[in-house]
């Protein structure tokens, strides 16, 4: 999920369970475009790797991502402006309040998507 705020999602796409992160973040990221100016993306350490970077700067965003600890060519980041992210894990724990999402009663995908834009525009009207 591409997350704007801590009520407001941009974007999100569901991907099979045992699917690292990283990919399916690039193909949304992807599929949102080019931005108009530089635009800051928070993201966590799962999303670190060189190609998500490279990815987010092509298409005008500034990765605000921690290196992992192992990592031997560690780069600066902002740790202020990193602990917005708690914002985006705000509208994760707010999705899990549904217990239709956080149980996945849906066996079929699109019940279960459409299920998610239900409960987002739930959240973000209230």
């Given at each position: ?43 966590d350490r799962a999303y670190e790797d060189d190609q ?75």
């Amino acid at each position: 999920m591409l997350a704007v705020g801590a009520r407001n999602a941009a974007a999100f796409s569901l991907s099979p369970g045992q699917c690292h992160d990283a990919p399916q973040g690039r193909l949304l990221l992807e599929t949102v475009g080019k931005q108009e100016h530089l635009t800051p993306l928070i993201a966590d350490r799962a999303y670190e790797d060189d190609q998500a970077r490279c990815t987010a700067q092509m298409l005008k965003f500034e990765p605000i991502i921690p290196p992992k600890s192992n990592r031997r060519n560690p780069w600066q980041y902002d740790k202020e402006f990193y602990k917005l992210r708690n914002e985006v894990e705000r509208l994760f724990r707010l999705l899990q309040g549904f217990r239709r999402i956080f149980c996945r009663f849906d066996k079929l995908d699109i019940m279960y998507a459409a299920f998610i834009h239900l409960a987002l525009v739930y959240v973000a009207v209230k």
